[in-house]
C-alpha cells in the first residue's frame, strides 16, 4: 500500500527562524512528488519534483528529492507570520491518477 | 493560472437533507476531477476520482449510494451528500486536472465546501 509520511507534525517557530520539513514514501513506481501549502481553504502548488538531488526554489522556499533513500525535504528560510499553515506532500503513482497525500505538518510562526 | 471553482463554500443544514456540491473548472477542461475530505488537523483523503462521461471510481470504504458524484461535462462535477447525517460533516475539497497536460500535472484545488450537519 502506497504511504506518505510527513515530520513533524506540528512545528512552533518564531519569525526569522529556518525550518525544514520532512516527506518519506513508500510508493509502487514512483512518477512524482509534490509540496503543497494549505492556509485557510484549498492547498496551493509549491512545487512539483521528479529527479533526485536538483533544487528547486522560489523566494524563500526550496525543495529537493532523494529518491535512493525516498523522502524529500521543504526548506523555509526567515520564516514570516504569513507563513503559517500546513504543508502537504504528495506522492504520484506511475500507474494511476491518484495522489496519496501525507498527514501533513502544521507550521506556526510566531511573531 | 488554472482556478478551480467550488460551491457552496459553506452548509449548515439538519439531518436527513441532501447536499449537492459543485466543482468547476473556470478556464481549462479537466477529464478527471478528485473529490477529498479533510476532517480538522488531518490530511486530504481521496473519495472518489470523476471521470467525464463515466461513473467515478470510489476508494474503499466510500459509499458511493451515499455520495453521488456527477461529472457530466469537461468544466464540472458534482458531489451529493444524500441524507447527510451529523457524522458526514467535514470539509470537502475537489481538485481537477487540466486535460491538455499528462497526469504528471500537479492538481488544481477549489477553495473547498465546509459541510455542518445539525
Known amino acids: 500500500e502506497d504511504k506518505v509520511v510527513q515530520s513533524p507534525l506540528s512545528l512552533v517557530v518564531h519569525e526569522g527562524d529556518t525550518v525544514t520539513l520532512n516527506c518519506s514514501y513508500e510508493?509502487?513506481?514512483?512518477?512524482?512528488l509534490l509540496w503543497y501549502k494549505q492556509e485557510k481553504k484549498a492547498p496551493t502548488f509549491l512545487f512539483m519534483l521528479?529527479?533526485?538531488?536538483i533544487e528547486k526554489k522560489s523566494g524563500r522556499l526550496s525543495s529537493i528529492l532523494d529518491k535512493k533513500e525516498l523522502f524529500s525535504i521543504l526548506n523555509i528560510t526567515a520564516t514570516q507570520t504569513g507563513d503559517s499553515a500546513i504543508y502537504l506532500c504528495?506522492?504520484?503513482?506511475?500507474?494511476?491518477?491518484?495522489?496519496?497525500f501525507g498527514p501533513g505538518t502544521r507550521l506556526s510562526v510566531l511573531p | 493560472g488554472a482556478v478551480v471553482s467550488q460551491h457552496p463554500s459553506r452548509v449548515i443544514c439538519k439531518s436527513g437533507t441532501s447536499v449537492k456540491i459543485e466543482c468547476r473548472s473556470l478556464?481549462?477542461?479537466?477529464?478527471?476531477m478528485f473529490w477529498y475530505r479533510q476532517f480538522p488537523k488531518q490530511s486530504l483523503m481521496l473519495m472518489a476520482t470523476?471521470?467525464?462521461?463515466?461513473?467515478?471510481?470510489?476508494e474503499q470504504g466510500v459509499e458511493k449510494d451515499k455520495f453521488l458524484i456527477n461529472h457530466a461535462s469537461l468544466t464540472l462535477s458534482t458531489l451529493t451528500v444524500t441524507s447527510a447525517h451529523p457524522e458526514d460533516s467535514s470539509f470537502y475539497i475537489c481538485?481537477?486536472?487540466?486535460?491538455?497536460?499528462?497526469?504528471?500535472?500537479?492538481?488544481?484545488f477549489g477553495d473547498g465546501t465546509r459541510l455542518s450537519i445539525l
Open positions: 470523476s471521470n467525464e462521461g463515466s461513473k467515478a471510481t470510489y
Open positions: 510508493v509502487t513506481n514512483f512518477r512524482s
Open positions: 478556464d481549462f477542461q479537466a477529464t478527471t
Open positions: 521528479t529527479s533526485s538531488g
Open positions: 481538485s481537477a486536472r487540466d486535460r491538455s497536460g499528462t497526469v504528471h500535472q500537479p492538481q488544481h
Open positions: 504528495a506522492v504520484v503513482p506511475l500507474y494511476g491518477q491518484n495522489f496519496v
